[in-house]
């Protein structure tokens, strides 16, 4: 069968139907955009966090003040704190059973250990 075209016309106001189309998709996401905080940068959503970070800092003279509130934990908390040491710092009665493996290691050795000390949670395993 032959396809039937489009009157010149016809064809003009569909394209300019798609453009308005277009055009309100584009605004309406926008907005969208602009009044939902969880379409916003990182850096724009917690800009007054880092204001008051600095005012707090500089009221105590130091920009890692909340270190004082752990101690014992490394950076007290706040960056490149390791889980294990934490644990570590716990009563074994507070966390479950857990294992520390180094990358490398053996599948089957790790079910060994697993295996040894009674382990019956699930294995996540990412080579």
């Excluded at 004082?68 to 704190?81: D, Q, R």
Aim: glycine share 4%; net charge positive; charged share 15%.
């Amino acid at each position: 069968m032959k396809k039937k075209s489009c009157s010149r016309m016809h064809c003009r106001m569909k394209s300019f139907f798609n453009i308005i189309c277009l055009k309100k998709y584009y605004t309406i996401h926008f907005f969208i955009k602009l009044f939902h905080w969880e379409y916003w940068p990182f850096h724009i959503v917690y800009a007054p966090v880092y204001f008051y970070w600095l005012w707090l800092g500089a009221r105590s003279r130091s920009f890692f003040f909340f270190n004082t509130a752990n101690p014992s934990i490394k950076n007290g908390g706040f960056l490149l704190e390791s889980k294990n040491e934490i644990y570590k710092l716990m009563p074994s009665s507070f966390y479950p059973v857990t294992l520390l493996l180094k990358p490398g290691v053996a599948l089957f050795s790790v079910l060994d250990e697993a295996q040894n000390t009674n382990f019956v949670y699930g294995i996540l395993v990412t080579i």
